[in-house]
């Protein structure tokens, strides 16, 4: 069997750096986040993946169980602030240090929704859990050598959204 040069070529990266990098991603199941972790694991490094899908969260973390680095999936609906607290909580319990967090998470409603706190659903998602993860995470970020957080966006939704 001839070795896939991209997998040599990561090893070799990994080896050469000889440093995993850990990175968070929000909205890691799908979209940008996805691709991004799997990018990440297949060059070496560790991807904690954060999402509400768990099919799709251990679809990933069985994809990177055949590359150099690896993934983490950790369950979590972030349009409800006790949740993403809960969650920014156990992963700076979990990592001593994390290079870099990306916040992915988007689910854009059309119809005014508001969660069980209270508070709009999307500004809830786009707005207070990018928030907690910043800041309650950055802690373990100021560890890291050269740490990063990625804020993706995206155009807003086409149809106007119902507030009444």
Same mark, same amino acid.
Request: hydrophobic share 40%; proline share 4%; glycine share 8%.
């Given at each position: 069997?001839?070795?896939?040069?991209?997998?040599?070529? &990561?090893?070799? /990266?990994?080896? /050469?750096?000889?440093?995993?990098?850990?990175?968070?991603?929000?909205?890691?199941?799908?979209?940008?986040?996805?691709?991004?972790?799997?990018?990440?694991?297949?060059?070496?490094?560790?991807?904690?993946?954060?999402?509400?899908?768990?099919?799709?969260?251990?679809?990933?973390?069985?994809?990177?169980?055949?590359?150099?680095?690896?993934? *983490?999936?950790?369950?979590?609906?972030? &349009? =409800?602030?006790?949740?993403?607290?809960?969650?920014? +909580?156990?992963?700076?319990?979990?990592?001593?240090?994390?290079?870099?967090?990306?916040?992915?998470?988007?689910?854009?409603?059309? $119809?005014?929704?508001?969660?069980?706190?209270?508070?709009?659903?999307?500004?809830? =998602?786009?707005?207070?859990?990018?928030?907690?993860?910043?800041?309650? /995470? $950055?802690? $373990? =970020?100021?560890?890291?050598? $050269?740490?990063?957080?990625?804020?993706? *966006?995206?155009?807003?939704? +086409?149809?106007?959204?119902?507030?009444?």
């Amino acid at each position: 069997m001839k070795p896939d040069r991209q997998v040599c070529f &990561s090893v070799l /990266l990994c080896m /050469l750096r000889n440093v995993t990098r850990t990175y968070v991603i929000t909205g890691g199941t799908d979209g940008i986040g996805a691709a991004l972790a799997r990018t990440l694991f297949r060059r070496g490094d560790k991807a904690v993946v954060v999402g509400t899908n768990p099919k799709k969260g251990e679809q990933l973390v069985a994809e990177a169980a055949a590359t150099p680095g690896s993934a *983490a999936f950790v369950k979590a609906d972030l &349009s =409800l602030v006790a949740n993403t607290r809960r969650t920014v +909580d156990k992963l700076a319990e979990e990592y001593t240090a994390i290079d870099g967090v990306v916040l992915c998470a988007r689910f854009m409603r059309s $119809r005014r929704s508001v969660t069980a706190e209270g508070f709009e659903d999307n500004f809830a =998602l786009f707005y207070l859990s990018r928030l907690l993860f910043s800041y309650g /995470l $950055r802690g $373990r =970020l100021e560890k890291s050598d $050269r740490p990063v957080i990625v804020n993706v *966006a995206g155009p807003g939704h +086409d149809t106007p959204v119902a507030w009444d």
